[in-house]
């Protein structure tokens, strides 16, 4: 930093410090390294962002532990940044130095293919995703294409709305996926950082929702917020249900949750990755109109849709907080099942 003036701003260190995946294998076995690396320089149309905190998504579990399949040697993952421009790459002008924003999942799509040209670019075969494709946001800095990059609401701090950029994306979109009456009956398997703020959501629309999961602290928290009913992962809904949202990666849930499906009603499964699904009866599980439907990644119009809400409808974000240093414990614990709400890194500034 220079001494004084009003360029201290301009001045990004060379070095920073990351998390990165050194080898994929299982949580318990460490599969995360905090290195030191070079700063990332901006290439063209993207902008530097100073990390104040990093939401911790399942993704970044699965990635550390290979069930996603790597797609860069030493990744750093994270894909639910709250932080800072500080520095604009050639021809970026969407954003200045010292603007809040958002580092999401999807980071590029091509913008001319079938997908893209028809509101459906979260399928787009060309599309790259953050702490996947590209490092993500377990580090000090990381880089953005400044059109893939969200305005955070301003009611939100930075740790209640690092969650709403993955978790409440992708469960908003799959409450879209639902297709759920209004007023209807919803089941949501699972309630951890993204079931949580898909409730609301829901609740908000005035759907009845039912929660059906392991802890007694989640279900907790799901009464507080409104669920009409809560019990455990293999329980039956106490209603026949016109909709159910899978959270949880256990495909051993599909056949429990498609039965307590009432006709026509609708099976959305949220996850990127998902246990092996057992063989289905056609007339317990399938018969009278019932469907599956999966959920890949999102389009940036979910995006701009859900922050929108969750400020207009308030939505309050339960976090647990964890210093940086601490980002392979975080993990543990959500592998575990320890984090209540949304585990949030956060990094001294
Ligand atoms: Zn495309
Ligand atoms: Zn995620």
């Not at 959305?268 to 109109?289: C, K, N, Q, T, W």
Request: glycine share 12%; with cysteine; charged share 20%.
């Amino acid at each position: 930093m220079t001494g004084s003036g009003t360029m201290w701003r301009c001045v990004v260190a060379k070095v920073m410090r990351a998390w990165v995946v050194s080898e994929p294998r299982l949580i318990t076995q460490s599969p995360l390294t905090l290195v030191e690396r070079p700063v990332p320089i901006p290439a063209r149309g993207e902008v530097l962002v100073r990390v104040r905190v990093c939401g911790v998504c399942r993704t970044d579990l699965h990635l550390a532990e290979g069930a996603l399949p790597p797609r860069r040697a030493s990744v750093v993952p994270g894909h639910e940044v709250v932080g800072e421009v500080v520095q604009l790459g050639d021809g970026a002008s969407r954003f200045g130095v010292g603007d809040r924003v958002g580092i999401a999942w999807l980071r590029y799509t091509c913008g001319a293919c079938r997908w893209c040209r028809s509101g459906r670019e979260n399928l787009c075969p060309e599309s790259r995703y953050t702490g996947w494709d590209a490092d993500g946001g377990y580090a000090e800095l990381a880089v953005v294409p400044e059109g893939f990059a969200y305005r955070v609401p301003t009611s939100f701090a930075d740790a209640q709305a690092a969650p709403l950029l993955c978790a409440g994306i992708i469960g908003y979109r799959s409450l879209l996926r639902t297709q759920l009456p209004p007023g209807g009956r919803l089941g949501i398997y699972g309630f951890g950082a993204s079931a949580h703020l898909t409730a609301q959501v829901a609740i908000a629309q005035g759907a009845e929702v039912h929660v059906l999961t392991r802890g007694q602290a989640a279900r907790e928290l799901a009464l507080q917020l409104g669920a009409a009913s809560v019990g455990g992962p293999f329980d039956q809904a106490p209603v026949p249900l016109d909709a159910a949202i899978i959270f949880a990666p256990a495909g051993e849930l599909v056949p429990l949750a498609l039965e307590s499906l009432g006709a026509g009603g609708t099976l959305v499964l949220a996850g990127i990755h998902m246990s092996d699904i057992p063989a289905l009866d056609y007339r317990r599980h399938l018969f009278r109109e019932r469907s599956v439907r999966s959920v890949t990644s999102n389009t940036r119009g979910d995006g701009e849709a859900f922050l929108v809400l969750a400020q207009r409808l308030s939505v309050q974000v339960t976090t647990t907080t964890v210093p940086f240093e601490r980002a392979d414990l975080a993990l543990r614990d959500l592998a575990a099942g320890r984090v209540r709400g949304a585990a949030v890194l956060t990094l001294a500034t």
